[in-house]
């Protein structure tokens, strides 16, 4: 509802996806993320970040971190680079992601937001 995070038809959100997947869900962290930024450079978008970027959350949950920018089509025709940065981390079997997308110049405002979601997970039994 706040205008203020919307730009050239470009609209902030934050996407959470769970893809059930057995043996992904047992790999280490910093091999899927390492395998989902490849994905993305492949499609098209710029890595910004380097390395196996791993934290840990308050409750010592282990989450692979990374960032990408990547120019696109809004659905208004117009032209948007899109920051992405997304914490992933697995559970139950599954592999999650939390994804903040939005137009690159709301990224460093707009960072704290998503690091304050990854010291709040936990997963509960």
Known sequence: ??????????????T????????????????????????????????LSSGANVLESKSGVEIGVGETAQTAMTASGMK?????????FQVGGKVVMVQLATPVDFSDELNPVLESIAETIELLD
């Open 80 to 88: 948007a680079t899109a920051y992405s940065k997304y914490l992933i």
């Open 1 to 14: 509802e706040d205008s203020k995070y919307i730009q050239g038809g470009f609209t902030t959100n934050i």
């Open 16 to 47: 959470v996806t769970a893809v059930e997947d057995k043996l992904m869900s047992t790999m280490p962290i910093p091999f899927i993320t390492a395998m989902l930024e490849d994905s993305m450079e492949k499609n098209g978008a710029k890595v």
